[in-house]
């Protein structure tokens, strides 16, 4: 039976990726070497990072100045990395989730931090609007998908100070203003390639200016100098995202990418406001495009085992909700197919069909 894969991360990548690193695992280039025994330093492994490199700048319209790093550590070493990096005196953050709390919670190891506004007392079920962002910050902090609640900023924000932004389950899904930013992270794990690898996107010249010592591998400065090769980067998950990165191009770039995540989340969500067993989690207006949230309307909640069962059974893989919102999260990444949000709408209409 065909599986529809709606996991939140690791998640699914396009079938091509997948083919195309099994193949360079047994046999990298034609050198009858396997990709994971071959030095980082092989001739035929630096093209790699260099067009990986070269296709993030251009699908991401990356100005100069701009280093795009593969490190190890995920985002959550990011969390550390940004405030012993960038902050000197005093950060600002927007604390819209689970990951935003966690980047939070590492940076008032380093300095003032403060929490603009906050959703956590509705369950950050909706993106706080209305905060004023302190002008003598060294930074504002964001997190652009907030992969357990399923909400999004689907556009750059205004900020008087330059902005750093989580955007591990949102990259590559919209064009992005990277001029505003002056760091951008990301586990690569949810839209991009296996678990594995980290990419950064970091403003040269604002590298370089807290008065605290560095060390060495938690300092952005090593890794743009060395070209993410000061150690050895997780070569595997590098050619893959490269494999990703020429498929999002091949299939009309970050614009086409946002055109068809509107339409995904269009259908998927047209269904759960018509469908009266199920209802969305978030406030309608910050709806993430990448995770879609919903849960059984009260007087049906004791159906979401009986619908998580049915919905397994016809194929669909990893709709089972976060346990902090319970009920179902369907994550529509990239990589997606639009026959699989159908396959799941039409899992719902058989439902109701049996229920109502
Ligand atoms: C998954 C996730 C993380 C954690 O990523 P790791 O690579 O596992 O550290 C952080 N932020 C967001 C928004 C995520 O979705």
Redesign the pocket.
Known sequence: MKKHNFNA?PSILPQEVIENTAKAIVNFNDSGLSLMEISHRAKDFQPVVDEAVALFKELLNIPDGYSVLFLGG???LEFCMVPYNFLEKKAAYLNTGT?AKKAMKEAKGFGEVVEVASSAEDNYSYIPKKYTIPTDADYFHI?T?N?IFGTELKEDLDSPIPMIA?M??DIFSRPIDVSKYICIYG?A??NLAPAGV?FVIVKNDAVGKVSRYIPTMLNYQTHIDGGSMFNTPPVVPIYAALQTLRWIKAQGGVKEMERRAIEKAEILYNEIDRNKLFIGTAAKEDRSRMNICFVMASEYKDLEPDFLRFATEKGMVGIKGHRSVGGFRASCYNALPKESVQALVDCMQEFEKLHL
């Open positions: 991360g995920g985002a959550s990951w997190t998908n992969t989580d591990s389950s586990g794990q949810k980290t």
